[in-house]
């Protein structure tokens, strides 16, 4: 099983260059519809350079790549194998007494290979590239933040109507009193501060406007005042990471930033958002073994006798990879809900994938 044969080398260099061919088409066919349509506007509308645009270009390959890899192990070890059952060649092999999984040995190699470079690809390439093409940075955050005693008690609001490029402005602060009814919170003042610096253990409002209320909800006197802190100590960087983070999306994320994140997500007892979070971490481990159940998958579905219908396996795997990336939201909207528990939630394809090589080699009957 660990000696390399020359079958082996046969078989591996036939799949590479099958899923290389593969890649190039996926890569060209997601790219020319829209993105490349997209940077020829700009040139001509915008007066975008060669130079930027073949950039832009450049930092788009990442994202395809990241989904290009398990698709195209996929259709080239599909192909591939598909290829040597026409000719004989698979029943030759297995005729010198090679089983079928020690064929598939290298085709597995390669897709380990490939799913090492997957989980390369999305912790390390695909944020590099969102972030520098910059996308997001121009959008204006608005956020809004309920801090609370050890009781669960509402002690704070903070609503922040305007965060872009680092800058913290439109600051409306609600500060709650004790008094309190049965159906409503009451207000002992309202702040309003045109902006808010980032100080190393608070938030810093050098101007502020308190609007002091009494317990019947009517102001009673409107003061200034200057240098008013809020948000001390580690919950002040964590609240600005969590609006810096707060409209990215995942791509942006390396996988240690993704468990910073998700871990002021639960901190702050955000549900929703650290599920969604947690699905995604979790999908950044389980994705890249795509790459190897799909490359099982495709030697299965491969393997016919020489005189059946080819179309046959090519639609099953076409009918897979379509599966698999449509029902990825489906899945993060549950897991988001709390419908189901996020490792469920990324773990799922895969399971249903190892299931399906077992169902297709009985099948096969190898």
């Known amino acids: 099983m660990l000696k390399i044969s020359i079958f082996d080398k046969y078989i591996f260099k036939q799949v590479l260059k099958a899923t290389l061919v593969c890649l190039l088409l996926f890569i060209i066919v997601w790219i020319a519809p829209e993105t490349l349509v997209k940077i020829i506007k700009k040139i001509f509308t915008e007066n975008m350079s060669l130079i930027m645009a073949a950039k832009k270009l450049i930092y788009e390959l990442p994202k395809v790549f990241g989904k290009a890899l398990p ?122 501060a045109p902006y808010a610096l980032l100080k190393n253990d608070h938030w810093l409002l050098p101007e502020a406007k308190a609007y002091k209320i009494n317990k019947d909800g009517i102001y009673t006197d409107i003061v200034d005042i200057k240098n008013y802190k809020i948000l001390e100590g580690k919950l002040a960087n964590d609240i600005y990471k969590m609006i810096e983070n707060s409209t990215k999306k995942e791509r942006f994320f390396t996988n240690s930033e993704l468990k910073e994140y998700k871990r002021i997500l639960k901190e702050q007892n955000f549900t929703d958002e650290h599920n969604f979070i947690l699905t995604k971490l979790y999908q950044r481990y389980l994705h890249p073994l795509t790459c190897i159940l799909f490359a099982a998958i495709g030697c299965l579905l491969g393997f016919s006798p020489p005189r059946s219908q080819r179309l046959v396996g090519f639609t099953i795997a076409v009918g897979m990879i379509f599966a698999y990336y449509i029902t990825l939201p489906f899945f993060d909207l549950l897991a988001q809900k709390s419908v189901i528990p996020p490792v469920v939630a990324a773990a799922f394809p895969i399971v249903a994938f190892i299931a399906a090589i077992f169902v297709i080699k009985k099948v096969k009957d190898l």
């Open 71 to 192: 698709v195209g192990i996929l259709l080239g070890s599909l192909f591939t194998f598909d290829k040597l059952s026409k000719n004989s060649e698979l029943s030759i092999l297995r005729g010198i007494g090679l089983s079928f999984n020690r064929i598939m040995c290298p085709v597995l190699i390669l897709g380990f290979i490939m799913s090492v470079m997957c989980f390369f690809v999305s912790d390390r390439m695909i944020p590099y590239a969102s972030k520098a093409t910059g996308e997001g940075a121009r959008f204006d955050k608005h956020f809004v933040y309920l801090q609370k005693n050890e009781n669960q008690t509402p002690t704070r609001g903070i609503i922040i109507s305007n965060f872009s490029h680092d800058a913290i402005k439109n600051l409306i602060i609600i500060n709650f009193s004790n008094e309190k009814y049965d159906d409503a919170m009451t207000f002992n003042s309202i702040l309003f």
